[in-house]
């Protein structure tokens, strides 16, 4: 059977070019994978309060983290914000890797896409989210890195990848990442 990928998409924005990004590399996916995008819009930021000593963590929260634990891989999509990850996104790894003990995150092999319409192609995003995934213990696939800088430029105006070269880049990049989960998927 195919293998289960969360797509996160760390931009909460209706047109989302990190989300155009991922329609497209979950287009171009081979059958060995089944990829579905997890929302993380509507968790609230990660406040130890809410969930210890007694409380009961939000609902958003235990769904996430249920749903989550289901898949056997994740894929990032990140913009960069001031040379970083999103919030949107760090809240959701937060989320995700507590309560301390039972992260849904551990051992998932990972990879790691950053989407900007700038130049240096959200590196620092990029490497801003791979930090927090070596502590999260997921393999992150490494090559072929994932900076897509003018990401505006490489669209047309139907929303989808117009351009040839970013298409063949792309499907080099999901092929290579479903051989990722083959060789370090847990079962
Ligand atoms: C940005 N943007 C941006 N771009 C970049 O390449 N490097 C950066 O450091 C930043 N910093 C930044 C901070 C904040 C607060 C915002 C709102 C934006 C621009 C960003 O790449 C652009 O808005 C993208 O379109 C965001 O991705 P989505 O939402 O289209 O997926």
Do not use: C
């Not at 070019?17 to 059958?31: C, M, Q, T, W």
């Not at 249920?66 to 894929?75: A, M, P, T």
């Not at 003018?150 to 290579?176: C, H, P, Q, R």
């Amino acid at each position: 059977p195919a293998k289960k990928i969360a797509v996160i998409i760390g931009s909460l924005r209706k047109e989302s070019i990190n989300r155009k990004f991922a329609h497209e590399v979950i287009a171009l996916a081979p059958e060995s994978l089944s990829l579905e995008i997890v929302e993380i819009g509507e968790l609230a930021i990660y406040n130890q309060d809410l969930e210890e000593n007694g409380a009961v963590a939000p609902q958003a929260w235990t769904q996430f983290r249920d749903r989550v634990k289901e898949y056997d891989g994740v894929l990032f999509f990140t913009p960069e914000y001031n040379r970083s990850t999103t919030a949107a996104l760090k809240n959701a790894l937060d989320v995700g890797s507590r309560p301390y003990g039972s992260s849904v995150w551990s051992g998932k092999p990972a990879g790691v896409v950053s989407v900007t319409p700038g130049a240096p192609g959200g590196f620092g995003a990029n490497h801003s989210v791979r930090q927090s995934l070596v502590f999260l213990d997921m393999p992150v696939l490494q090559q072929p890195e994932m900076y897509i800088g003018n990401a505006t430029k490489l669209l047309g105006d139907d929303g989808k990848v117009s351009n040839e070269e970013t298409k063949k880049f792309l499907k080099k990049f999901i092929d290579t990442y479903a051989a990722w989960v083959e060789t370090n998927a847990k079962k």
